[in-house]
């Protein structure tokens, strides 16, 4: 993977400072590194264009990835998932001091997650290869 900075981003990694312009595989090692039994267990990338970000937690082989999309003060949050039929069944997603509950075609692994965090520094918030539930209710 090269080593490029992402010249327009910022990672906010749970209980340390936020970093601008983080070289690409720190990112995805900062993702590798989830890690719900003594942390950490989550992060954000932000896009410094606009306010678009990207949201992953979990670890341990099991996440989530949401995503924002802005369009000047609107938005739209979505969760992504395994394409298909949304899942009746539920599973928990650890994080260091909390779960979240969701689909299990929502339950994503660290691959997964690293893919679609290189699609958000590539500019696509919200990969063809997934799924994505409109979540915006839940925060407006």
Known sequence: MPSTRCDNLSVEIEGRPRLLRPRLQRVMDEIA???????????????????????????????????????????????AGHPGPAAADRVKIKTSSFHVTVPSNEKLTCDEVQYLAYAFIKGSCRSSFFAWRDMTDRFV
């Open 33 to 79: 590194s989830l890690d719900p039994n003594g942390g950490p267990s989550f992060l954000v990338l932000s896009s410094t264009d606009s306010c678009d970000y990207m949201q992953a937690a979990g670890g341990r082989g099991a996440y989530i990835a949401e995503c924002r999309q802005y369009d000047g003060q609107a938005f739209r949050h979505y969760a």
